[in-house]
């Protein structure tokens, strides 16, 4: 059974950092590119951060580029997403989201999806 399982999440300072990890029971997790996505209540989930098979391709949003950086490990099958100065804007649910075609950064082409992890960050 393909799983993904997020971890790290929490209340954070504007300012500070997180780390959000993504576990993925994969028989081949280098087969999988893999996307971050978060979402606040009412609003539909928005594109975070994707990254390649081999994580020679990375692409961020607008929201996150220059704070964040989405990083792979195959031998260990597992995402990280960090994002430095953290915004009270950043708080939501974050998911990680796998497929097997190149990065995109449109929720509706992943297949697998985490249950999410909340970011909540305090002014």
């Known amino acids: 059974q393909v799983q993904l399982v997020e971890s790290g999440g929490g209340l954070v300072q504007a300012g500070g950092s997180l780390r959000l990890g993504c576990t993925a029971s994969f028989p081949i997790f280098s087969h999988y590119s893999l996307g971050w996505f978060r979402q606040t209540p009412g609003l539909e989930r928005e594109f975070v951060a994707t990254?390649?098979?081999?994580?020679?391709?990375?692409d961020y949003a607008d929201s996150v580029k220059g704070r964040a950086t989405i990083s792979r490990d195959n031998a260990k099958n597992t995402v990280l997403l960090q994002i430095d100065s953290l915004k009270p804007e950043d708080s939501a649910v974050y998911y990680c989201?796998?497929?097997?075609?190149?990065?995109?950064?449109?929720?509706?082409?992943?297949?697998?999806w985490g249950q999410g992890t909340q970011v909540t960050v305090s002014s």
């Open positions: 990254i390649s098979w081999w994580g020679d391709t990375t």
């Open positions: 989201a796998a497929r097997t075609a190149g990065p995109s950064h449109s929720s509706r082409d992943y297949t697998y």
